[in-house]
């Protein structure tokens, strides 16, 4: 499973790139607002950083303004995908766009059937919002299982890409069920290294260590 950060934050970028497991970048407006700068500049800062798969969303809800942000998008490198919304424009867009050999991803994601639209508009990724869909009392990892086994289902090649995660078993049902990625928020992707009996282990191979003659 390929794990990207779900954050338009650089600081949080540079780290998880430094640990040498992230494997790309999502972003959405809200993460982009929430950093207060411009998103040129942000969108410049992740390209410059990350090499892998980079999400960049469009901001019109018109069709033929999706198409035409999605190619200046997709003409700023080779890495961007450009993330679309789960509306009729977003998908007629999506297929537009991968007819002109342009990666895309499929937000806002919230049932199968909408999962096989994008799949039938040749979506690269599709991001169905599992902490959303929880938060309403609905079973977000279900949505998951239902995606991948339906794509199995056909041979469909979009990647499932896990959204909205909240916590870390939001991550291992992801891997459990085999979805292609999971894009995670920085502090989660943090909390995965994390387990007591690694630091208490570790602490104890240190103090043993200075008990070995030199
Ligand atoms: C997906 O790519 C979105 O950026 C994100 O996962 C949305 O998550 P949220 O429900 O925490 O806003």
Same mark, same amino acid.
């Not at 909205?164 to 920085?186: E, F, K, M």
């Given at each position: #499973? =390929?794990?990207?950060?779900? !954050?338009? /934050?650089?600081?949080?970028?540079?780290?998880?790139?430094?640990?040498?497991?992230? +494997?790309?970048?999502? !972003?959405? %407006?809200?993460?982009? &607002? =929430? *950093?207060?700068?411009?998103?040129? /500049?942000?969108k410049r800062e992740i390209l410059a950083?990350?090499?892998?798969?980079v999400s960049l969303e469009v901001t019109t809800e018109d069709e033929a303004e999706m198409i035409a942000q999605g190619k200046a998008l997709a003409?700023?490198? %080779?890495?961007v995908v450009v993330k679309l919304p789960l509306t009729r424009a977003g $998908? &007629?867009?999506?297929? &537009?766009? *991968? +007819?002109?050999?342009? =990666? *895309?991803?499929? !937000?806002l994601c919230f049932s199968a059937n909408q999962a096989i639209l994008a799949a039938k508009a040749g979506a690269t990724y599709v991001s169905p919002f599992v902490g959303r869909l929880d938060d309403?009392? #609905? +079973?977000? #990892? &279900?949505?998951?299982? /239902? $995606?991948?086994?339906i794509y199995r289902n056909y041979g469909f090649t979009t990647q499932v890409l896990v959204a909205s995660v909240r916590n870390p078993v939001h991550?291992?049902?992801?891997?459990?069920?085999?979805? +292609?990625?999971? *894009?995670? %928020?920085?502090?989660i992707l943090d909390s995965l290294f994390n387990h007591p009996l690694t630091d208490s282990g570790n602490a104890k191979f240190m103090q043993d260590w200075k008990k070995v003659p030199e």
């Amino acid at each position: #499973m =390929k794990f990207f950060v779900d !954050t338009a /934050d650089i600081g949080e970028i540079r780290r998880a790139l430094a640990w040498g497991i992230l +494997d790309g970048v999502t !972003t959405n %407006p809200s993460l982009v &607002a =929430k *950093t207060g700068r411009r998103f040129e /500049d942000v969108k410049r800062e992740i390209l410059a950083l990350c090499h892998g798969p980079v999400s960049l969303e469009v901001t019109t809800e018109d069709e033929a303004e999706m198409i035409a942000q999605g190619k200046a998008l997709a003409a700023e490198g %080779p890495q961007v995908v450009v993330k679309l919304p789960l509306t009729r424009a977003g $998908i &007629a867009a999506c297929k &537009a766009l *991968t +007819d002109l050999g342009i =990666k *895309t991803n499929v !937000t806002l994601c919230f049932s199968a059937n909408q999962a096989i639209l994008a799949a039938k508009a040749g979506a690269t990724y599709v991001s169905p919002f599992v902490g959303r869909l929880d938060d309403i009392s #609905m +079973d977000g #990892m &279900a949505l998951i299982e /239902d $995606i991948v086994q339906i794509y199995r289902n056909y041979g469909f090649t979009t990647q499932v890409l896990v959204a909205s995660v909240r916590n870390p078993v939001h991550v291992l049902q992801a891997a459990r069920i085999g979805a +292609d990625v999971c *894009t995670v %928020p920085y502090g989660i992707l943090d909390s995965l290294f994390n387990h007591p009996l690694t630091d208490s282990g570790n602490a104890k191979f240190m103090q043993d260590w200075k008990k070995v003659p030199e």
